[in-house]
């Protein structure tokens, strides 16, 4: 197992289609939600959604990222285009299935090699600013396979939700629950940190999920019919035994803007920074 001393790469899942938000003029990844210095004399000029979880990594030391993509999104490559305005190198790949993250994600997979990977959502606005960076260290004291960034959520219903046990560690993730009590569960996890070892792991996982349904992936097939979780796959994870461990942000904050209603609240956000 690599350690912290790996290259340490982004991965941004930007495949979704928005659909609890549509229409829309652009990739949702891209609405403008507060504003931003942006040099070379302009002034302050429109900061976007993506743009947030970006700086976040930067903060953290992460240069190279990854950013998956689906046919017709091309308005982000448009605007990010190579990383310059957030001085990062930034890389676009193409998703292929769409049945769920841990597809799309499973698209750098041949570009993963020997890296420790940090993934975020590009459309989830994330406090504490520092969050990559506590994770980071947390990941060099621990060498954990797998180290989950948990923030705080009152919509349990809507995210993967984290039950832990008194000591603090994992116990089970559940999966967007319809019923859960909110005394039980306070924290989603929203950012991950993790290595080659469950890089390796999500790839035989993803590619098991293939044969076990049988789909015939040359038709066109309804999305969610055969949809996976990335939860689905850590909890797979915990019952194998991985090393997992967490961070919690207990006075942290998290924003899915994937609905008009979320949206709203994040235009009206003080803590965006």
């Known amino acids: 197992?690599?350690?912290?001393?790996?290259?340490?790469?982004?991965?941004?899942?930007?495949?979704?289609?928005?659909?609890?938000?549509?229409?829309?003029?652009?990739?949702k990844e891209l609405?403008?939600?507060?504003?931003?210095?942006?040099?070379?004399?302009?002034?302050?000029?429109p900061k976007v959604i993506a743009h947030y979880l970006l700086e976040r990594m930067q903060l953290a030391g992460i240069t190279k990222v990854?950013?998956?993509?689906?046919?017709?999104k091309?308005?982000?490559?448009?605007?990010?285009?190579?990383?310059?305005?957030?001085?990062?190198?930034?890389?676009?790949?193409?998703?292929?299935?769409?049945?769920?993250?841990?597809?799309?994600?499973?698209?750098?997979?041949?570009?993963?090699?020997?890296?420790?990977?940090?993934?975020g959502f590009p459309d989830v606005l994330l406090k504490p600013q520092d969050s990559f960076v506590r994770l980071l260290k947390k990941?060099?004291?621990?060498?954990?396979?797998?180290?989950?960034?948990?923030?705080?959520?009152?919509?349990?219903?809507?995210m993967d939700v984290v039950d832990l046990k008194k000591d603090g560690s994992i116990k089970e993730i559940l999966v967007k629950p319809s019923k859960v009590s909110k005394a039980k569960i306070r924290y989603t996890w929203q950012t991950a940190i993790w290595t080659t070892v469950f890089t390796e792991y999500l790839h035989a996982f993803v590619c098991e999920h293939k044969k076990r349904f049988s789909v015939d992936f040359s038709k066109k097939a309804k999305e969610d019919k055969h949809e996976l979780f990335l939860g689905d796959v850590f909890q797979a994870a915990i019952k194998d035994k991985f090393n997992i461990n967490s961070v919690i942000f207990s006075k942290g904050n998290c924003l899915d803007i994937g609905t008009s209603e979320d949206l709203a609240k994040a235009l009206q956000y003080r803590f965006l920074g």
């Open 139 to 158: 990941q060099m004291e621990t060498n954990s396979d797998i180290l989950l960034g948990l923030y705080p959520t009152d919509q349990p219903h809507k």
């Open 66 to 72: 990854y950013i998956i993509l689906r046919k017709g």
């Open 74 to 119: 091309w308005d982000i490559p448009a605007y990010f285009g190579d990383g310059k305005i957030l001085d990062m190198h930034l890389s676009y790949l193409m998703m292929d299935l769409p049945y769920g993250v841990p597809y799309t994600l499973d698209q750098a997979h041949p570009f993963l090699k020997d890296k420790l990977v940090a993934l």
């Open 1 to 27: 197992m690599k350690n912290i001393q790996s290259e340490i790469v982004g991965l941004v899942p930007a495949g979704g289609i928005g659909k609890r938000i549509s229409p829309l003029p652009c990739s």
């Open 31 to 45: 609405l403008p939600v507060g504003f931003h210095d942006a040099n070379e004399n302009l002034g302050l000029r």
